[in-house]
Structures are given as structure tokens and as C-alpha cells.
């Protein structure tokens, strides 16, 4: 991790979020992309056959590195770009989590951390899921509902990922 000389600014939307560790304090988060986001839940889709310990890894490394928006300090793991291939995504992962062992975070930690990221995206998932046509989430934008943007799963998108959710995750926020 590297220090930011100012720190990141937090919108006060809900597409901000952020826990808070007993070890390293509070820690925010942005809700990436409609693109990254569908790119995490995909992922999760895609190593179902994984063991789930290392499916979980794997998935909280993509996550959180998507979606870490600390006001201190900024992850040195580069994304991928999207479209990458699921072997991209976990050296990516690895890079995060190594990253966060690196700074002295736990297994704990590094849960608690997906956890908190998972809510949202799960959330998201089931809008989209629950969502008839894209102009129904056009509406509930415009009702600030915080639905978001029009978007729907299709065959050309790869099969609907659905919600993963994250061991003891209990996060029902949305972004």
C-alpha cells in the first residue's frame, strides 16, 4: 500500500460505504463500475467448482481491490481491464491479498473487509435480478431509489451470475 498525499474524497451517496476494523480503523469503499461489478459476480459465477476457501480468497481479492476507496492510503495492485481472463482476475486477487497481509491484515480482517463489499454487490444483483426491463431502473433511479443504470443480464453476458454471498455476510446496503 502506498500513502495518498491528500486524502481520497468520500461522497456523502450511497455509492460510498465503509467498515470499520478493530486493527487498521475505518475503511471506505466506492461501488465500482456497473462493469466491474458484474465482472466480480461473474467471477464468483465461474469457479463454483473452486474449493470455497479458495473461492473465497480469491473472490474477497477482486472485491475489495475493486472497490477500496481508503481515504489514506491506495492498493499498488493494478486492476485488470475488463474483459480480462478469469486467471487474470485471481493474480489480481493475489496481488490485493498479498498486499493486505503485507500491511499486517489477518484472515479476519481481510473477511471482514469482503464482507462489507459483498452487501452492496449483492444488493445490486438482485435490482438488477428483480428488474422486468430497463426502464423500470430508469424509473427507480429517477424515484432515487438507487437502483442503477439501465442494464439486464443477457446470453451474450455469459450465464446470470446471481448473488454470491460472502461467509457471514448479513450486509443488506445497496449502492
Do not use: C
Given at each position: 500500500?502506498?500513502?495518498?498525499?491528500?486524502?481520497?474524497?468520500?461522497?456523502?451517496?450511497?455509492?460510498?460505504?465503509?467498515?470499520?476494523?478493530?486493527?487498521?480503523?475505518?475503511?471506505?469503499?466506492?461501488?465500482?463500475?456497473?462493469?466491474?461489478?458484474?465482472?466480480?459476480?461473474?467471477?464468483?459465477?465461474?469457479?463454483?467448482?473452486?474449493?470455497?476457501?479458495?473461492?473465497?480468497?480469491?473472490?474477497?481479492?477482486?472485491?475489495?481491490?475493486f472497490c477500496w476507496w481508503h481515504r489514506a492510503?491506495?492498493?499498488?495492485?493494478?486492476?485488470?481491464?475488463?474483459?480480462?481472463?478469469?486467471?487474470?482476475?485471481?493474480?489480481?486477487?493475489?496481488?490485493?491479498?498479498?498486499?493486505?497481509?503485507?500491511?499486517?491484515?489477518?484472515?479476519?480482517?481481510?473477511?471482514?473487509?469482503?464482507?462489507?463489499?459483498?452487501?452492496?454487490?449483492?444488493?445490486?444483483?438482485?435490482?438488477?435480478?428483480?428488474?422486468?426491463?430497463?426502464?423500470?431502473?430508469?424509473?427507480?433511479?429517477?424515484?432515487?431509489?438507487?437502483?442503477?443504470?439501465?442494464?439486464?443480464?443477457?446470453?451474450?453476458?455469459?450465464?446470470?451470475?446471481?448473488?454470491?454471498?460472502?461467509?457471514?455476510?448479513?450486509?443488506?446496503?445497496?449502492?
Open positions: 500500500m502506498r500513502p495518498l498525499l491528500d486524502p481520497r474524497p468520500v461522497k456523502d451517496t450511497p455509492r460510498y460505504w465503509f467498515v470499520e476494523t478493530e486493527e487498521h480503523g475505518q475503511h471506505h469503499f466506492r461501488f465500482p463500475s456497473y462493469g466491474r461489478a458484474y465482472q466480480i459476480l461473474h467471477f464468483a459465477a465461474a469457479t463454483k467448482q473452486v474449493p470455497q476457501i479458495m473461492r473465497t480468497f480469491e473472490l474477497a481479492g477482486i472485491a475489495i481491490g492510503f491506495d492498493l499498488e495492485a493494478k486492476p485488470p481491464h475488463k474483459g480480462a481472463s478469469d486467471r487474470s482476475l485471481s493474480e489480481y486477487s493475489d496481488q490485493v491479498i498479498d498486499e493486505l497481509q503485507e500491511a499486517g491484515y489477518d484472515d479476519t480482517e481481510i473477511e471482514e473487509l469482503f464482507v462489507a463489499v459483498m452487501g452492496p454487490l449483492n444488493a445490486w444483483a438482485d435490482d438488477v435480478k428483480a428488474a422486468k426491463t430497463p426502464t423500470e431502473l430508469k424509473k427507480d433511479v429517477e424515484l432515487d431509489k438507487g437502483a442503477p443504470d439501465p442494464v439486464a443480464f443477457t446470453e451474450e453476458d455469459g450465464p446470470d451470475p446471481g448473488p454470491f454471498v460472502a461467509p457471514g455476510a448479513t450486509s443488506t446496503a445497496s449502492p
